[in-house]
């Protein structure tokens, strides 16, 4: 099936005014604060299932980044069902993947978005071994030289539940967001996600909370 631009709406880019724009720019903040006691600039989000929100909430905190003054890079690292690049409207045609088969150099698979400091690795074509890829020495060394030239780092994977996509992933990140959807996923699910995680020594920094019904901000007093 054909997914949408639509399904990753960039709020924090479009409406940076409103209290959802606000809720990715309190998540940046926390995530700031995390990293007192060591550095957290490769950071990658992941979800239990699919649909649950973690490219939306990547590509959104990924602006909040950018318009702090960061230079910030998003890698799509999902090589089975990779979207990030609709979010940004860009092409799929190459990325990571001829990156790592050495068809193209990392230079020229970097896209700039239309968000000034805001940069984009897709997936490129899925190819038919996304774990021998994600584990080989050249994607520790792809990090390694994207960790250098960014200031942050935001990589987006599979869900952790069932594949090790992410597991993989994660022992070359600084820390992990687990992005959750209220009322949809089942508490099992999310504690096996985190204990997939937890089990390769993942910094699990936070779970983030999606589509949650909450009151009005006016409720509160603000208008």
Do not use: W
Not at 73 to 82: E, G, S, V
Not at 98 to 123: H, N, Y
Not at 146 to 174: G, H, K, M, W
């Amino acid at each position: 099936m054909l997914r949408s631009i639509n399904e990753f709406p960039l709020i924090a880019e479009h409406n940076p005014r409103s209290p959802v724009s606000e809720a990715y720019r309190t998540l940046r903040t926390n995530i700031e604060f995390s990293s007192v006691d060591r550095s957290i600039s490769v950071i990658m989000v992941t979800s239990a299932q699919s649909g649950e929100g973690k490219t939306t909430t990547l590509a959104n905190l990924a602006v909040t980044f950018a318009h702090e003054g960061k230079r910030v890079l998003m890698i799509d690292t999902d090589l089975r069902k990779p979207s990030l690049h609709l979010a940004f409207r860009q092409s799929n045609r190459s990325g990571l993947t001829d990156v790592l088969a050495q068809k193209t150099d990392l230079e020229q698979a970097i896209r700039q978005t239309s968000v000034e400091r805001l940069f984009l690795l897709p997936a490129g074509p899925v190819p038919p071994n996304p774990v021998e890829m994600l584990v080989s020495n050249r994607m520790k060394q792809l990090m390694e030289l994207c960790r250098n030239e960014f200031d942050i780092v935001l990589v987006d994977t599979p869900p952790a539940y069932a594949l090790t996509d992410a597991q993989v992933v994660s022992s070359l990140c600084d820390g992990v967001l687990l992005v959750v959807q209220a009322g949809r996923t089942k508490r099992q699910m999310v504690l096996k996600a985190k204990a997939n995680l937890k089990r390769v020594g993942a910094n699990l920094l936070g779970v983030v909370l999606n589509k949650a019904a909450v009151k009005r901000m006016k409720d509160y007093g603000y208008e």
